[in-house]
């Protein structure tokens, strides 16, 4: 495996921004060029996955949405890299799409249909 992506499993980043004090600053996806093909990628599966949990998850369920679509994002990467050049490292590939298949059993796999039944106060005027 290559150095960069040990330094990484192992919670080492080479390129972990600091602050001038020297301690490290957390980066968030708000930090991330929003123009980028993967950042909108990122954001198209974010999108669909919430809708497919009804449109409102929970803190919980929107923390395991983006650590799936995560792992998407870099399987698909993976992909692209083993179509353009015959490479692939199949255990890292095979334990994050199994993680990523555990992730989306936790959210659920099924699209969820969304509560779309009228309230009280329509079916009031509507004389229901």
């Known amino acids: 495996m290559a150095a960069e992506a040990t330094e990484v499993r192992q919670g080492r980043s080479t390129d972990t921004p600091k602050t001038r004090a020297g301690k490290v600053r957390l980066r968030t996806l708000d930090d991330i060029d929003a123009r980028t093909a993967a950042y909108h990628r990122f954001k198209e599966l974010v999108d669909g996955y919430t809708s497919d949990v009804g449109g409102d998850p929970s803190t919980a369920q929107a923390a395991i949405i983006q650590r ?11 992909e692209a890299s083993y179509a353009a050049t ?34 009280d106060r329509i079916r009031e005027l509507l004389g229901n």
């Not at 799936?68 to 993976?78: F, K, P, Y």
């Not at 199994?98 to 659920?108: A, K, M, Q, S």
């Open 68 to 78: 799936a679509v995560s792992l998407q994002v870099w399987c698909e990467d993976q």
């Open 86 to 119: 015959g490479d692939l490292d199949v255990s890292t590939f095979t334990t994050a799409t199994n993680t990523l298949r555990r992730l989306l059993t936790d959210i659920g796999l099924e699209r969820r249909a969304r509560d779309v039944t009228p309230g």
